[in-house]
T-cell receptor, first 110, second 111 residues
Framework: DQQVKQNSPSLSVQEGRISILNCDYTNSMFDYFLWYKKYPAEGPTFLISISSIKDKNEDGRFTVFLNKSAKHLSLHIVPSQPGDSAVYFCAASLAGKSTFGDGTTLTVKP | SQTIHQWPATLVQPVGSPLSLECTVEGTSNPNLYWYRQAAGRGLQLLFYSVGIGQISSEVPQNLSASRPQDRQFILSSKKLLLSDSGFYLC??????????FGEGSWLTVV
């Protein structure tokens, strides 16, 4: 049973447009959510996080939205840049352990 | 600032051979330490985590084991590798248990 799901394996957007990456989870006990960016053959890099007591967190071009009732979070990247092309993982944390989705490959076309 | 290093970066091992991946963290004390694996085209699977020296929790039954001989050292081992052990192994650390930070990763190919 996969507790964190990223249903879109890939996403392609034009440079300058908005990228929206989605993530769903099943365990309502998760209390912290994170997004990571990963390039091939490298470790994931932490991007942004949100506590379960909030519904939005913004950091520059990156905004994470949390909808607890729907058990859904999303990452918005505005404006998208070619350097944003990578695999994005969402993660949900409980008691110090993070569960990851399978990732979404984002391609930003110039 | 905190840094994490793991090695070797790449290794090719025959089936049935042993494995040892090492990871060290610098710049912090008593971190939580983790070993994750990413199989081809899949997400990150938590294998082991440790909240202190000698304290190891296993998440997935398998022929791998982990040890934490020192506060900032975490080792992933196997006595006999299987083909299915191939993958990208990631060491990670955390202070608060929420945000975790990853090392560079180690590519293991079992042949």
């Amino acid at each position: 049973d996969q507790q964190v799901k990223q249903n879109s394996p890939s996403l392609s957007v034009q440079e300058g447009r908005i990228s929206i990456l989605n993530c769903d989870y099943t365990n309502s006990m998760f209390d912290y959510f994170l997004w990571y960016k990963k390039y091939p053959a490298e470790g994931p890099t932490f991007l942004i996080s949100i506590s379960s007591i909030k519904d939005k967190n913004e950091d520059g071009r990156f905004t994470v939205f949390l909808n607890k009732s729907a058990k859904h979070l999303s990452l918005h990247i505005v404006p998208s840049q070619p350097g944003d092309s990578a695999v994005y993982f969402c993660a949900a944390s409980l008691a110090g352990k993070s569960t990851f989705g399978d990732g979404t490959t984002l391609t930003v076309k110039p | 600032s905190q840094t994490i290093h793991q090695w070797p970066a790449t290794l090719v091992q025959p089936v049935g051979s042993p494995l040892s991946l090492e990871c060290t963290v610098e710049g912090t004390s008593n971190p939580n330490l983790y070993w994750y694996r990413q199989a081809a085209g899949r997400g990150l699977q938590l294998l082991f985590y440790s909240v202190g020296i000698g304290q190891i929790s296993s998440e997935v039954p398998q022929n791998l084991s982990a040890s934490r001989p020192q506060d900032r050292q975490f080792i992933l081992s196997s006595k006999k590798l299987l083909l299915s052990d191939s993958g990208f192994y990631l060491c990670a650390w955390s202070v608060n248990g929420n945000t975790i930070y990853f090392g560079e990763g180690s590519w293991l190919t079992v042949v």
